[in-house]
């Protein structure tokens, strides 16, 4: 059993900072990409930025240069640092991870619970 468990979010107002955090945990063999998508409200979910596992990172170019990913190997986590929000940012954020686990070596996509993030003065 694997699970991405999500922690951060909530209410900020317009130009503050909030960071996100998911944890990976369970039978995990090996975590290949990690990344952070958004939906925002009646819209589709898309894709804010991912990370290797050597540390390369890919953004959206909606949010370069304001929002920062990393990642704790050892610790199976993935951060998203987020700063200068604005009210489009306002979206449900989920943590992925491509991985494999003890029991299927076939790499899958996970995803965490989903955090609301909400930026409104």
């Known amino acids: 059993q694997v699970q991405l468990v999500q922690s951060g979010g909530g209410l900020v107002q317009p130009g503050g900072s909030l960071r996100l955090s998911c944890a990976a945990s369970?039978?995990?063999?090996?975590?290949?990409?990690m990344g952070w998508y958004r939906q925002p409200p009646g819209k589709q979910r898309e894709l804010v930025a991912t990370?290797?596992?050597?540390?390369?990172?890919a953004y959206a170019d909606s949010v370069k240069g304001r929002f920062t990913i990393s990642r704790d190997n050892a610790k199976k986590t993935v951060n998203l640092q987020m700063n200068s929000l604005k009210p489009v940012d306002t979206a449900v954020y989920y943590c992925?991870?491509?991985?494999?686990?003890?029991?299927?070596?076939?790499?899958?996509?996970?995803w965490g619970q989903g955090t609301q993030v909400t930026v409104s003065s």
């Open positions: 992925n991870a491509r991985l494999t686990t003890t029991t299927n070596l076939m790499p899958n996509d996970y």
């Open positions: 990370i290797t596992s050597g540390g390369n990172t």
């Open positions: 369970g039978s995990i063999f090996s975590i290949g990409v």
